[in-house]
């Protein structure tokens, strides 16, 4: 065999060295808490407003991570405890030189959770937070896209027009870079848990 031959086949290697590296190099998402899509769904006509009353579509979402939380703040439980989660789960992300994360509060309770009222709530939480509605339309339209279900009592079905709880379902959204639903968290969440699956997420969107 020739230099030249030689030098072939040992870029040749050299390349299939990096290309199998790479991949045994992606972290096993089999150690997740939660579930990821395999191909995830980009969130699309998305029309809601933010806790300042300002347009929130789906080009937000671009070149950060989301969490989301589609809930309510009249919530008596699990609303608070998972922002609870959400808050020291970022405080483990603030000590750590890497990638963090927006948490956003989607209330589906338009009727009690006005702008002004949501930004007090979430800021209780963490300052970071961001809180959302919209119309009943838009935000159901926007739960669908994030596998979050609900059911807000109608009119004539309150024992006290102000004074009614709302069924909801009580998973985190991961939303990635690219605005994509990346991963779905069912309860029971812990901040470790959740920053943990965090890291491994990002690594293997950062390997593809």
Same mark, same amino acid.
């Given at each position: 065999?020739?230099?030249?031959?030689?030098?072939?086949?040992?870029?040749?290697?050299?390349?299939?060295?990096?290309?199998?590296?790479?991949?045994?190099?992606?972290?096993?998402?089999? &150690?997740?808490?939660?579930?990821?899509?395999?191909?995830?769904?980009?969130?699309?006509?998305?029309?809601?407003?933010?806790?300042?009353?300002?347009?929130?579509?789906?080009?937000?979402?671009?070149?950060?991570?989301?969490?989301?939380?589609?809930?309510?703040?009249?919530?008596?439980?699990?609303?608070?405890?998972?922002?609870?989660?959400?808050?020291?789960?970022?405080?483990?992300?603030? &000590?750590?030189?890497?990638?963090?994360?927006?948490?956003?509060?989607?209330?589906?309770?338009?009727?009690?959770?006005?702008?002004?009222?949501?930004?007090?709530?979430?800021?209780?939480?963490?300052?970071?937070?961001?809180?959302?509605?919209?119309?009943?339309?838009?935000?159901?339209?926007?739960?669908?896209?994030?596998?979050?279900?609900?059911?807000?009592?109608?009119?004539?079905?309150?024992?006290?027009?102000?004074?009614?709880?709302?069924?909801?379902?009580?998973?985190?959204?991961?939303?990635?870079?690219?605005?994509?639903?990346?991963?779905?968290?069912?309860?029971?969440?812990?901040?470790?848990?959740?920053?943990?699956?965090?890291?491994?997420?990002?690594?293997?969107?950062?390997?593809?």
């Amino acid at each position: 065999m020739n230099k030249f031959a030689i030098a072939l086949v040992a870029i040749a290697a050299l390349g299939a060295g990096l290309f199998f590296g790479n991949r045994q190099s992606a972290p096993d998402l089999s &150690e997740l808490s939660g579930f990821s899509f395999p191909e995830p769904e980009a969130l699309a006509d998305v029309g809601l407003v933010d806790h300042n009353n300002e347009p929130l579509s789906e080009t937000d979402f671009l070149d950060q991570w989301t969490f989301i939380y589609v809930g309510y703040t009249f919530c008596p439980d699990y609303c608070p405890m998972t922002l609870t989660n959400l808050n020291q789960m970022h405080t483990l992300l603030s &000590e750590e030189d890497g990638p963090k994360a927006t948490t956003l509060l989607v209330s589906v309770d338009p009727e009690r959770d006005t702008p002004e009222h949501l930004k007090n709530y979430v800021k209780y939480f963490n300052e970071s937070f961001i809180g959302a509605t919209g119309t009943p339309e838009e935000i159901r339209k926007f739960a669908d896209q994030v596998s979050a279900v609900y059911s807000v009592p109608e009119p004539e079905n309150r024992d006290d027009p102000k004074n009614y709880l709302v069924d909801h379902s009580s998973s985190v959204i991961l939303i990635n870079p690219e605005a994509e639903v990346q991963a779905i968290f069912t309860p029971p969440q812990t901040a470790e848990a959740l920053a943990k699956d965090f890291h491994l997420l990002v690594a293997h969107h950062e390997s593809r």
